[in-house]
């Protein structure tokens, strides 16, 4: 085979019958559908939204499962109660607010040992609430 007279003179590739009968009508068709494409109903639209809506719910409700499942409800409390503590933590603090909590603190006998040292009156007390 080192003679290219040694070859077989036959094409390997056949023409399909009337293809070059019947190429303009299929080219003209194919112009005419990418210029004039079908819309798209509001479903065909939506989809690809409503896939990612679903998926993001899904992955919200695995995440949420399993931190319910694999973290110890002591901690969950424990972690609920710290934040609603910072919330209620006021960033100035008026005198009010550091009397208030300085009393928290104190027992009844060193509030009365308090008001007996300072001669307060208990109208004089009761005026001032």
Same mark, same amino acid.
Do not use: C, H
């Given at each position: 085979?080192?003679?290219?007279?040694?070859?077989?003179?036959?094409?390997?590739?056949?023409?399909?019958?009337? =293809?070059? &009968? @019947? $190429?303009?009508?299929?080219?003209? /068709?194919?112009?005419?559908? &990418? &210029?004039?494409?079908? /819309?798209?109903?509001?479903?065909?639209?939506?989809?690809? +939204?409503?896939?990612?809506?679903?998926? !993001?719910?899904?992955? *919200?409700? *695995?995440?949420?499962?399993? $931190?319910?499942?694999?973290?110890?409800?002591? #901690?969950?409390?424990?972690?609920?109660?710290? !934040? /609603?503590?910072?919330?209620?933590?006021?960033?100035?603090?008026?005198?009010? %607010?550091? #009397? #208030?909590?300085?009393?928290?603190?104190?027992?009844?006998?060193?509030?009365? %040992? =308090? $008001?007996?040292? +300072?001669? !307060?009156?208990?109208? /004089?007390?009761?005026? @001032?609430?």
């Amino acid at each position: 085979m080192n003679n290219l007279s040694d070859m077989k003179k036959d094409q390997p590739f056949k023409v399909p019958e009337d =293809y070059f &009968e @019947n $190429l303009s009508d299929r080219i003209s /068709e194919r112009i005419e559908q &990418e &210029e004039n494409p079908k /819309e798209k109903n509001l479903v065909q639209v939506l989809k690809p +939204y409503m896939w990612m809506a679903a998926s !993001i719910i899904g992955f *919200v409700f *695995v995440a949420k499962l399993i $931190l319910t499942t694999s973290v110890p409800t002591d #901690f969950q409390n424990q972690q609920i109660t710290q !934040i /609603e503590d910072t919330s209620t933590v006021s960033t100035e603090n008026t005198d009010s %607010e550091i #009397f #208030f909590d300085s009393m928290s603190e104190t027992s009844t006998d060193e509030i009365i %040992e =308090y $008001l007996s040292d +300072y001669d !307060i009156a208990t109208d /004089e007390l009761l005026a @001032n609430l």
